[in-house]
Protein backbone atom coordinates (compact mmCIF):
# COMPACT_ATOMS: atom_id res chain seq x y z
CA UNK A 1 0.00 0.00 0.00
CA UNK A 2 1.50 3.08 -1.35
CA UNK A 3 1.83 5.91 2.09
CA UNK A 4 2.42 8.38 -0.50
CA UNK A 5 4.96 10.95 1.07
CA UNK A 6 7.77 10.30 -1.50
CA UNK A 7 5.45 10.50 -4.60
CA UNK A 8 7.05 12.54 -7.45
CA UNK A 9 10.76 12.21 -5.64
CA UNK A 10 13.11 10.39 -6.99
CA UNK A 11 16.33 8.60 -4.57
CA UNK A 12 18.69 6.02 -5.44
CA UNK A 13 19.61 3.13 -3.44
CA UNK A 14 23.36 1.61 -3.95
CA UNK A 15 23.93 -1.91 -3.46
CA UNK A 16 20.71 -3.00 -3.71
CA UNK A 17 20.60 -6.29 -3.27
CA UNK A 18 21.72 -6.50 -0.16
CA UNK A 19 19.74 -7.53 3.17
CA UNK A 20 19.31 -3.98 4.36
CA UNK A 21 18.82 -2.30 1.13
CA UNK A 22 16.33 -4.81 -0.50
CA UNK A 23 14.41 -3.74 2.07
CA UNK A 24 15.08 0.12 2.34
CA UNK A 25 13.99 -0.71 -1.92
CA UNK A 26 10.77 -1.90 -0.98
CA UNK A 27 9.74 0.77 1.70
CA UNK A 28 10.76 3.37 -0.85
CA UNK A 29 8.46 1.76 -3.55
CA UNK A 30 5.71 1.22 -0.69
CA UNK A 31 5.91 4.99 0.18
CA UNK A 32 5.76 5.69 -3.03
CA UNK A 33 9.06 6.72 -4.07
CA UNK A 34 10.81 6.25 -7.64
CA UNK A 35 14.06 4.09 -6.92
CA UNK A 36 17.04 3.68 -8.84
CA UNK A 37 18.82 0.98 -7.83
CA UNK A 38 22.75 0.49 -8.49
CA UNK A 39 23.48 -3.33 -8.13
CA UNK A 40 26.67 -5.10 -9.92
CA UNK A 41 25.20 -6.88 -12.88
CA UNK A 42 21.35 -6.08 -13.09
CA UNK A 43 20.72 -8.96 -14.99
CA UNK A 44 21.87 -11.23 -12.22
CA UNK A 45 19.53 -14.12 -10.43
CA UNK A 46 20.68 -12.07 -7.17
CA UNK A 47 17.85 -8.95 -8.07
CA UNK A 48 15.30 -11.23 -9.00
CA UNK A 49 13.79 -10.67 -5.91
CA UNK A 50 13.85 -6.61 -6.50
CA UNK A 51 12.03 -7.09 -10.07
CA UNK A 52 9.30 -8.62 -7.98
CA UNK A 53 8.48 -5.90 -5.34
CA UNK A 54 5.05 -4.10 -5.30
CA UNK A 55 5.89 -1.12 -7.89
CA UNK A 56 8.67 -2.39 -9.19
CA UNK A 57 7.37 -2.62 -12.65
CA UNK A 58 6.02 0.86 -12.68
CA UNK A 59 8.81 2.83 -10.14
CA UNK A 60 12.26 1.01 -9.73
CA UNK A 61 14.75 1.25 -12.46
CA UNK A 62 17.98 -0.96 -12.01
CA UNK A 63 21.71 0.30 -12.90
CA UNK A 64 25.05 -1.44 -13.47
CA UNK A 65 27.38 0.17 -10.68
CA UNK A 66 30.71 -0.70 -9.13
CA UNK A 67 32.39 1.23 -6.70
CA UNK A 68 35.83 0.56 -7.78
CA UNK A 69 35.15 1.88 -11.26
CA UNK A 70 34.96 5.80 -11.11
CA UNK A 71 32.11 7.75 -12.31
CA UNK A 72 30.24 4.69 -12.69
CA UNK A 73 27.23 5.91 -10.56
CA UNK A 74 26.90 9.32 -11.98
CA UNK A 75 24.07 8.10 -14.34
CA UNK A 76 21.99 6.72 -11.03
CA UNK A 77 22.29 9.33 -8.96
CA UNK A 78 22.04 12.08 -11.15
CA UNK A 79 18.30 13.75 -10.47
CA UNK A 80 17.84 12.35 -7.47
CA UNK A 81 16.21 14.00 -4.16
CA UNK A 82 18.28 11.70 -2.22
CA UNK A 83 21.09 8.82 -2.46
CA UNK A 84 20.89 6.18 0.48
CA UNK A 85 24.65 4.48 0.56
CA UNK A 86 24.70 1.16 1.55
CA UNK A 87 27.59 -0.66 -0.72
CA UNK A 88 31.26 -0.69 0.27
CA UNK A 89 34.17 -2.00 -1.56
CA UNK A 90 35.64 -4.95 0.17
CA UNK A 91 38.70 -6.87 -0.62
CA UNK A 92 39.59 -10.02 1.28
CA UNK A 93 43.18 -10.41 2.61
CA UNK A 94 42.09 -12.03 6.21
CA UNK A 95 40.56 -15.02 7.31
CA UNK A 96 38.30 -13.18 8.97
CA UNK A 97 35.76 -11.66 6.12
CA UNK A 98 33.84 -9.54 8.86
CA UNK A 99 36.70 -7.52 9.83
CA UNK A 100 37.39 -6.22 6.08
CA UNK A 101 33.66 -5.56 6.36
CA UNK A 102 33.51 -3.12 9.04
CA UNK A 103 36.97 -1.66 8.27
CA UNK A 104 35.72 -0.83 4.70
CA UNK A 105 32.73 0.54 6.10
CA UNK A 106 34.72 2.70 8.47
CA UNK A 107 36.94 4.01 6.09
CA UNK A 108 33.80 4.85 3.22
CA UNK A 109 31.97 6.73 6.35
CA UNK A 110 35.46 8.43 6.72
CA UNK A 111 36.12 9.30 3.25
CA UNK A 112 31.92 10.46 3.10
CA UNK A 113 31.83 13.08 5.84
CA UNK A 114 34.92 14.70 4.57
CA UNK A 115 33.53 14.60 0.91
CA UNK A 116 29.95 16.25 2.25
CA UNK A 117 32.36 18.71 4.57
CA UNK A 118 34.19 19.89 1.18
CA UNK A 119 30.85 19.84 -1.02
CA UNK A 120 28.30 21.26 1.11
CA UNK A 121 26.07 18.02 1.17
CA UNK A 122 23.65 17.21 3.51
CA UNK A 123 24.72 13.95 5.04
CA UNK A 124 23.44 11.85 7.86
CA UNK A 125 24.97 8.57 8.96
CA UNK A 126 23.13 5.36 10.69
CA UNK A 127 24.79 3.22 12.36
CA UNK A 128 22.43 -0.70 13.49
CA UNK A 129 23.41 -3.16 16.02
CA UNK A 130 22.94 -6.45 14.55
CA UNK A 131 20.51 -5.99 12.06
CA UNK A 132 17.80 -9.00 12.39
CA UNK A 133 14.66 -10.27 11.25
CA UNK A 134 12.80 -11.93 7.86
CA UNK A 135 15.06 -11.47 4.73
CA UNK A 136 13.93 -12.05 0.97
CA UNK A 137 17.43 -11.47 -0.87
CA UNK A 138 19.02 -15.10 -1.91
CA UNK A 139 22.06 -14.87 0.20
CA UNK A 140 22.97 -14.99 3.94
CA UNK A 141 22.93 -11.50 5.76
CA UNK A 142 25.35 -11.84 8.79
CA UNK A 143 22.23 -11.92 11.45
CA UNK A 144 20.84 -14.78 9.92
CA UNK A 145 24.17 -16.40 10.03
CA UNK A 146 24.40 -15.51 13.81
CA UNK A 147 21.51 -17.28 14.18
CA UNK A 148 21.87 -20.07 12.31
CA UNK A 149 25.06 -20.77 13.57
CA UNK A 150 23.38 -20.74 17.40
CA UNK A 151 20.76 -23.19 16.18
CA UNK A 152 23.71 -25.80 14.98
CA UNK A 153 25.32 -25.23 18.38
CA UNK A 154 28.37 -23.34 17.10
CA UNK A 155 29.64 -21.72 20.74
CA UNK A 156 31.90 -18.90 18.86
CA UNK A 157 29.14 -16.67 18.47
CA UNK A 158 28.41 -16.46 22.64
CA UNK A 159 28.36 -12.97 23.31
CA UNK A 160 26.25 -10.37 23.96
CA UNK A 161 24.59 -9.11 20.43
CA UNK A 162 22.57 -5.97 20.14
CA UNK A 163 19.78 -6.56 17.73
CA UNK A 164 17.58 -4.13 15.93
CA UNK A 165 15.19 -5.58 13.61
CA UNK A 166 15.40 -4.41 9.74
CA UNK A 167 12.49 -2.28 9.41
CA UNK A 168 13.62 -0.28 12.47
CA UNK A 169 16.87 -0.05 10.35
CA UNK A 170 15.22 0.90 7.11
CA UNK A 171 12.77 2.99 8.33
CA UNK A 172 15.27 5.02 10.31
CA UNK A 173 17.31 5.45 6.89
CA UNK A 174 13.92 6.41 5.37
CA UNK A 175 13.18 8.98 8.11
CA UNK A 176 16.98 10.49 7.65
CA UNK A 177 15.57 11.73 4.35
CA UNK A 178 12.32 12.85 5.27
CA UNK A 179 12.80 14.98 8.63
CA UNK A 180 14.73 18.06 7.63
CA UNK A 181 16.19 18.43 11.37
CA UNK A 182 18.18 14.93 11.35
CA UNK A 183 21.69 15.70 10.86
CA UNK A 184 25.46 13.52 12.19
CA UNK A 185 25.31 9.78 13.73
CA UNK A 186 22.78 7.95 14.76
CA UNK A 187 23.36 4.69 16.59
CA UNK A 188 20.26 2.08 15.98
CA UNK A 189 20.26 -0.62 19.54
CA UNK A 190 17.29 -2.13 19.85
CA UNK A 191 17.78 -4.38 22.47
CA UNK A 192 20.27 -6.55 23.90
CA UNK A 193 20.60 -9.84 24.12
CA UNK A 194 22.91 -12.72 25.35
CA UNK A 195 23.44 -15.96 24.05
CA UNK A 196 21.52 -17.94 27.14
CA UNK A 197 18.32 -15.59 26.41
CA UNK A 198 18.48 -16.58 22.63
CA UNK A 199 19.04 -20.18 23.38
CA UNK A 200 16.10 -20.07 25.52
CA UNK A 201 13.81 -18.56 22.70
CA UNK A 202 15.02 -21.14 20.82
CA UNK A 203 13.67 -23.95 23.26
CA UNK A 204 11.12 -22.71 24.42
CA UNK A 205 9.57 -21.79 20.33
CA UNK A 206 11.40 -23.87 18.11
CA UNK A 207 12.62 -26.85 20.35
CA UNK A 208 13.08 -29.16 17.17
CA UNK A 209 15.29 -27.22 15.63
CA UNK A 210 18.15 -27.04 18.05
CA UNK A 211 21.12 -29.32 16.90
CA UNK A 212 22.77 -29.08 20.52
CA UNK A 213 21.27 -29.00 23.75
CA UNK A 214 24.51 -27.94 25.33
CA UNK A 215 24.47 -24.16 26.85
CA UNK A 216 27.85 -22.63 28.42
CA UNK A 217 26.83 -20.24 31.34
CA UNK A 218 29.84 -17.83 30.74
CA UNK A 219 30.13 -14.44 31.46
CA UNK A 220 28.42 -11.68 29.49
CA UNK A 221 29.16 -8.03 30.65
CA UNK A 222 26.07 -5.58 30.36
CA UNK A 223 25.66 -3.17 27.54
CA UNK A 224 23.69 -0.49 27.18
CA UNK A 225 23.33 1.88 24.18
CA UNK A 226 21.69 5.68 24.02
CA UNK A 227 18.45 5.53 22.05
CA UNK A 228 17.71 8.67 22.41
CA UNK A 229 19.07 10.08 18.76
CA UNK A 230 17.75 7.37 17.27
CA UNK A 231 13.77 7.99 19.10
CA UNK A 232 13.91 11.26 17.31
CA UNK A 233 13.79 10.09 14.30
CA UNK A 234 10.58 8.65 15.59
CA UNK A 235 12.05 5.34 16.17
CA UNK A 236 10.23 2.69 18.44
CA UNK A 237 12.40 -0.16 18.73
CA UNK A 238 10.70 -3.54 18.33
CA UNK A 239 11.55 -6.73 20.40
CA UNK A 240 14.81 -8.51 20.03
CA UNK A 241 12.17 -11.97 19.73
CA UNK A 242 10.27 -10.29 16.84
CA UNK A 243 12.97 -10.07 14.61
CA UNK A 244 15.05 -13.38 15.48
CA UNK A 245 11.39 -15.20 14.77
CA UNK A 246 11.29 -13.55 11.57
CA UNK A 247 14.72 -14.73 10.70
CA UNK A 248 13.55 -18.13 11.80
CA UNK A 249 10.73 -18.40 9.89
CA UNK A 250 12.65 -16.68 6.55
CA UNK A 251 15.54 -19.66 7.29
CA UNK A 252 12.83 -22.34 7.16
CA UNK A 253 11.15 -20.84 4.02
CA UNK A 254 14.31 -20.67 1.73
CA UNK A 255 15.55 -24.40 2.74
CA UNK A 256 18.55 -23.56 5.14
CA UNK A 257 16.75 -25.07 8.24
CA UNK A 258 14.52 -28.05 8.34
Known amino acids: MMSGEGEEKVVCVTGASGFVASWLVKLLL ?36 NLLEEGSFDSAVDGCDGVFHTASPVI ?90 ASGRYLLAGSVAQHSDILKFLREHYPTLLRSGKLEEKYQPTIKVSQERAKSLGINFTPWEVGVRGCIESLMEKGFLS
Open 92 to 181: FLSDNPQEWYSLAKTLAEEAAWKFAKENGIDLVAIHPGTVIGPFFQPILNFGAEVILNLINGDQSFAFPYIFVEIRDVVYAHIRALEVPK
Open 30 to 65: QRGYTVKATVRDPNSPKTEHLRELDGATERLHLFKA
